[in-house]
């Protein structure tokens, strides 16, 4: 696919990028793993794709997420937050708010259902996406004093947290599995630009990538999202009473490590078209991998969390009264005909209604919880 061409300054910034990039694997001796070459690539302070100033989100950016496609995103999903809250405490947590589209929904959701947080914490690290959010939640003043921004995550927290395509953007590991073994796959220099290299798998990454040998038969790619797991267990710790709602790209272990997708699931994306080379133009591409919901299902149990739902994203729409919300809007017929087109976007099969996921972990809330009333999964896991 031909991709168009960048701007001089994007371009530029990307040149910076890739030298950052390219001094730091000579300081390493030669080869960096792909996971901290995702990091860089994404967050590098004022280079990284999501730390510099290129615009990410909506029909001017580079992929629409959920809460750009139609309000009813986050109407649905208040309707699961507003008991959760009850059950825990008046605070909502969001992780990654991307463009503030989701923020300023839920709050507004959440205000009509009177059960508005007394706090709506964001955690972002991008100073250029706290400026969108604080300029999009600037539409409803009254609730935007309810919201504070966050470099870290909290000691302790009870209430609700929200993270909606946050996991598929974390660093991730890559490994092949080979006749002669497991390796790692990384990146080294070649000339001006870089290029794949491989090193025998070690340690912590080595002992996950043993777990699921018995059921691949090499040659195998795919990815380990070793960070997406400590983020998820970090929670264990830090929840006191409440629960976490993981929105994102993914699938159970046993479809994850399916023997036909033995080339893995990362891709880039840019300007709305996807592709495959990581190592184009670093730091204008977003990077994702799908999400292994087992292994973060796994990683929120053993942290002591308890597993409350897991279900297609369609599903868990439909569960929170999705439909019926859009049945009820008393716009003209042109703009109803845009919300349902919309809507059917996030919960057709062949859209994001089954390629996206919802895993709800918790501690301290009975179940079961609306979102899940019909069609979870949990057993799959």
Not at 37 to 59: C, D, I, V
Not at 90 to 97: D, K, N, R, S, V
Not at 216 to 230: D, T, V
Not at 327 to 340: D, F, M, V
Request: net charge negative; with cysteine.
């Amino acid at each position: 696919m031909s991709l168009p061409a960048p701007d001089a300054a994007a371009a530029e910034n990307s040149a910076r990028l890739t030298a950052q990039i390219a001094s730091e694997i000579e300081q390493a001796g030669g080869w960096l793993s792909f996971a901290r070459y995702m990091e860089l690539a994404l967050y590098a302070p004022g280079l990284g794709y999501y730390s510099g100033g290129a615009r990410k989100f909506g029909a001017a950016g580079d992929f629409v997420t959920a809460p750009e496609l139609s309000p009813l995103f986050a109407e649905a999903l208040a309707r699961q937050a507003a008991p959760l809250l009850a059950a825990s405490a008046p605070c909502l947590l969001e992780a990654g708010a991307g463009s503030g589209a989701l923020a300023l929904g839920l709050l507004r959701a959440l205000e009509r259902l009177g059960a508005l947080p007394e706090r709506y914490d964001i955690l972002e690290l991008s100073g250029e996406l706290r400026a969108r959010q604080q300029a999009a939640l600037a539409a409803a003043p009254h609730l935007a004093a309810r919201v504070r921004w966050l470099d870290r995550l909290p000691e302790h927290f009870s209430g609700v947290v929200v993270a909606n395509e946050l996991l598929d953007a974390l660093p991730a590991h890559l490994v092949a599995w080979r006749e002669d073994g497991i390796f790692e796959r990384g990146v080294e220099g070649a000339g001006e630009g870089l290029a794949w290299s491989e090193r025998p798998a070690q340690g912590a990454l080595l002992a996950a990538a043993q777990e699921l040998s018995a059921s691949l038969q090499p040659p195998y790619l795919s990815e380990i999202g070793l960070a997406a797991r400590a983020w998820v267990a970090s929670w264990g710790r830090i929840l006191r009473a409440g629960a976490l709602l993981l929105i994102d790209y993914g699938f159970p272990r046993r479809e994850y490590y399916h023997p036909q997708r033995d080339s893995g699931t990362l891709m880039c994306h840019y300007r709305h078209r996807a592709h495959a080379d990581p190592f184009w133009l670093p730091g204008l591409n977003d990077l994702t991998v799908h999400v292994d919901f087992t292994a973060i299902a796994e990683a929120g149990h053993d942290a002591g969390l308890e597993v409350l739902g897991y279900a297609s994203q369609a599903q868990f729409l439909l569960n929170c009264g999705i439909t019926r919300l859009l049945e009820s809007l008393g716009e003209t017929p042109g703009a109803r005909a845009a919300q349902a087109a919309a809507v059917h976007k996030l919960i057709s099969p062949a859209e994001m209604g089954e390629l996206c996921k919802v895993l709800a972990l918790g501690r301290g809330i009975a179940g079961p919880l609306a979102g899940f009333a019909q069609g979870d999964r949990t057993h799959a896991l």
